[in-house]
């Protein structure tokens, strides 16, 4: 049966380290087996080896594949009414769409324009919301916001800046927190631009009662 070849003789292990005792069991060559020095290479050169090394052996990822092609996001168009109103569509709704006098249940943030935090229909911690009923009218409700109602649809979430000329023009618009520290806040900053972002969650069509002769 064929001997197995030593391991050094596979790899071909340089001579100084191979064993000191030779095949006939002599011990002199180890007084001829050259000392080894080593020397530390410094960090730097090591990177610099490291980060060639796929070029030196031909291989290199971005060489081996093509770049994937990158798409440009959808810009978010901003609308600008008559009134001073701006605001932008986050997400489209699919559902039914909102018209003036029609009463709405939506969730809201209100934040200040330089992004300081007001109030929210939603907890910040839980994520529990608490939905308002708004009639689409400006008699009952900010100018402002319902503008920004008027066309949306079920469903749908728009960011606006409502400047105070249609914003909290009195104390008895909507929407207004019911806990009095909230509502204070807000009314607080009412003489200044508001960020409202509203999300539309229902559309009821006003129905006026019929009487009967």
């Known amino acids: 049966m064929m001997e197995a070849a030593p391991l050094h003789a596979v790899v071909?292990?340089?001579?100084?380290?191979?064993?000191?005792?030779?095949?006939?069991?002599?011990?002199?060559?180890?007084?001829?087996?050259?000392?080894?020095?080593?020397?530390?290479?410094?960090?730097?050169l090591f990177v610099q080896f490291i980060g060639l090394s796929p070029l030196l052996f031909g291989y290199h990822p971005a060489l081996a594949a093509s770049l994937p092609?990158?798409?440009?996001?959808?810009?978010?168009?901003?609308?600008?009414?008559?009134?001073?109103?701006?605001?932008?569509?986050?997400?489209?709704?699919?559902?039914?769409?909102?018209?003036e006098g029609d009463i709405v249940e939506v969730n809201y943030v209100c934040r200040r324009s330089n992004g300081y935090f007001v109030y929210s229909t939603v907890d910040q911690f839980n994520g529990e919301s608490r939905p308002v009923i708004l009639p689409l009218d400006e008699n009952q409700t900010i100018k402002g916001l319902k503008e920004v109602l008027v066309g949306m649809k079920a469903g749908g979430k728009r960011r606006a800046l409502i400047p105070p000329s249609v914003g909290y023009v009195n104390e008895n618009l909507k929407p207004v927190p019911?806990?009095?520290?909230?509502?204070?806040?807000?009314?607080?900053?009412a003489s200044e631009p508001l960020v409202f972002e509203v999300q539309l969650l229902k559309v009821l069509r006003f129905q006026p009662l019929l009487t009967i002769n």
């Open 12 to 44: 071909g292990f340089p001579r100084t380290f191979r064993s000191s005792r030779s095949r006939n069991g002599s011990r002199n060559n180890a007084a001829r087996v050259s000392c080894v020095s080593t020397r530390k290479i410094p960090k730097r």
């Open 69 to 99: 092609e990158m798409k440009e996001p959808e810009a978010i168009r901003t609308v600008k009414l008559d009134s001073g109103v701006k605001f932008q569509d986050i997400i489209e709704g699919e559902g039914v769409e909102a018209h």
């Open 178 to 189: 019911d806990e009095f520290g909230p509502r204070r806040s807000l009314m607080s900053h």
